[in-house]
């Protein structure tokens, strides 16, 4: 079945400490790739997207993604966190047989940042 | 402020009342999405409008729901008889372009609360 799938719904980090979240998904072919980030009460707010090309992506906030196709992977990383990045993570894909850019979004990872 | 706006922000209901959202996108954006967010949960897809053509509904998208996009500006989502299964975050986004490697800006969406 075409999927995305977080697998850490929480995760907590110290200040200053490095991040990764990881990101999986299930389709026939490639889709285009997308990592966005919700803070409390707010909308979605795009952090990096991967259409093709190089597979290290940047991204704002001092995020960074990278495609790997033979795992199926987009994980997100960050080499130092800040206590402002707190917030729900969300992993999302645009499969490349709908054209019309609908996103299918994973179940979220939840970052904790200890002081 | 040039970014999507939803409106209302919040909404309490009644079971068994009808509701309706407005959202307008990105002036320029020829597309508009709309998705639905449960608590703990990711986004899940609802529908989309290509200017005023609504051309995908999802599954999820029942009877009870229904989305316009006049003059493929601002849209509107009815949802008729709520139930409280209907509690959920709704969220509006829109893009510019024809493919799926699009980026979605969202709103802040709009939290509807059927007792």
């Known amino acids: 079945a075409q999927s995305v799938t977080q697998p850490d719904i929480h995760i907590t980090v110290s200040e200053g400490a490095s991040l990764e979240l990881r990101c999986n998904y299930s389709?026939?072919?490639?889709?285009?790739l997308f990592w966005y980030v919700q803070s409390p009460g707010q909308g979605l707010q795009l952090l990096l997207k991967?259409?093709?090309?190089?597979?290290l992506v940047q991204g704002i906030k001092g995020f960074e993604a990278e495609f790997k196709r033979s795992q199926s992977s987009f994980n997100l990383r960050k080499p130092s966190v800040h206590w402002s990045d707190a917030a729900e993570y969300f992993c999302?894909?645009?499969?490349?047989?709908?054209?019309?850019?609908?996103?299918?979004f994973g179940q979220g990872t939840e970052l904790s940042v200890k002081p | 402020d040039t970014g999507v706006s939803q409106d209302p922000r919040h909404k309490i209901t009644k079971r068994g009342q009808n509701v309706t959202f407005r959202c307008d996108p990105i002036s320029e954006h020829n597309r508009l999405y709309w998705y639905r967010q449960t608590l703990g949960q990711g986004p899940e897809f609802l529908t989309y409008?290509?200017?005023?053509?609504?051309?995908?509904k999802s599954r999820l998208l029942s009877d009870r729901f229904s989305a316009e996009r006049p003059k493929g500006s601002f849209s509107t989502l009815e949802i008729q008889r709520t139930e409280q299964g209907d509690s959920a975050m709704y969220l509006c986004?829109?893009?510019?372009?024809?493919?799926?490697?699009?980026?979605?800006?969202f709103g802040q969406g709009t939290r509807l609360t059927v007792v």
């Open positions: 986004a829109s893009s510019l372009g024809t493919g799926s490697d699009t980026e979605a800006f």
């Open positions: 409008f290509q200017n005023e053509a609504q051309l995908e």
């Open positions: 991967y259409f093709s090309g190089d597979t």
């Open positions: 389709y026939g072919a490639t889709p285009y």
């Open positions: 999302a894909v645009a499969p490349l047989y709908n054209q019309g850019g609908k996103l299918i």
